[in-house]
């Protein structure tokens, strides 16, 4: 067994950190490999652990002391500042929520802009499709009756070749169109603020949410290994033995 020195000195943090240093050193490399290191191996967890218990008696009553002056700092400071800091984030919420609506206000009023420019657009090339299909009629009805007229005064050559000839398709432009553009948004720009969007989710059905975005529950699980032992079954899970040296105080 490695020995532990005790005693208090003024240069004990020291002392405790150099033992400590020399216990890793000696022992790291230290395997279990028969009954015989077994035996050392559990000798040397007590070493372990009575140094443990020497480095937490030292230290332990300082860090109590620093931790409760701590605690009670951070309740002083937190005392003073809540009201103010509980005030800044219902002020920064309020803003969020103000400038979410403005902008979903400022989408649906750009929505509705280019649905208006589509529909004056559709509207307008239905109107030349009519006036053209109009024309062509009209052209085609022209073509007809001249070829009839050729027809009755004995020119039958000039009609059948009025009726070889196509009438050409005229062709008519849709008018340019405007629509007026949405008016900007009315979020202001403050100095030294600026938002940034994320994104938040609400889920609305658990039961259809893919596997990969699912997460098992290690510690429900670990609880019903601990408690079921060998009887455990879970699908997909292997339960399998683990042991653990518990070494009791004063043995």
């Known amino acids: 067994m490695v020995e532990i020195s005790g005693g208090v000195e003024v240069n004990q943090l020291n ?16 395997q279990v ?11 040397h967890v007590k070493t372990i652990d009575a140094f443990l218990t ?3 008696n030292h230290c332990d009553p300082n860090i109590k002391r620093w931790y409760e002056g701590h605690k009670a700092a951070i309740a002083e400071r937190d005392r003073i500042i809540g009201p103010s800091r509980e005030l800044r984030r219902v002020l920064v919420d309020r ?12 989408r649906a009023i750009e929505e509705a802009a280019r649905r208006e420019a ?7 090339r ?4 009519r006036e053209s299909a109009r024309l062509q009629r009209a052209a085609e009805d022209a073509r007809l009756e001249e070829a009839a007229r050729l027809e009755a005064a004995g020119d039958h050559e000039g009609a059948r070749r009025k009726l070889e000839v196509p009438t050409p398709a005229p062709l008519v432009v849709p008018p340019p169109t405007f629509v007026p553009p949405p ?9 030294g603020l600026h938002s940034r969007e994320g994104w938040e989710f609400v889920i609305e059905n658990a039961m259809l949410i893919p596997r990969e975005f699912l997460m098992v529950d290690e510690v429900k699980v670990r609880k019903y290994v601990a408690a079921m032992g060998a ?6 899970v292997a339960v399998v033995p683990k042991r653990t040296q518990v070494l009791r105080k004063g043995k």
Do not use: C, H, Y
């Not at 103000?98 to 400022?106: D, H, L, S």
């Open 231 to 236: 009887d455990a079954k879970i699908p997909g």
């Open 95 to 106: 803003m969020g929520a103000w400038e979410q609506a403005e902008r979903n206000r400022q």
């Open 15 to 30: 002392r405790l950190e150099g033992e400590g240093g020399g216990l890793v050193a000696r022992l790291q490399a230290f």
């Open 126 to 129: 239905e109107a030349a499709a």
């Open 33 to 43: 490999i028969d009954a015989g290191t077994f035996a050392e191996a559990a000798d």
């Open 118 to 124: 589509e529909r004056v657009e559709r509207e307008a």
């Open 54 to 56: 020497l480095v937490a």
């Open 183 to 191: 008016p900007t948004s009315t979020v202001p720009k403050v100095a």
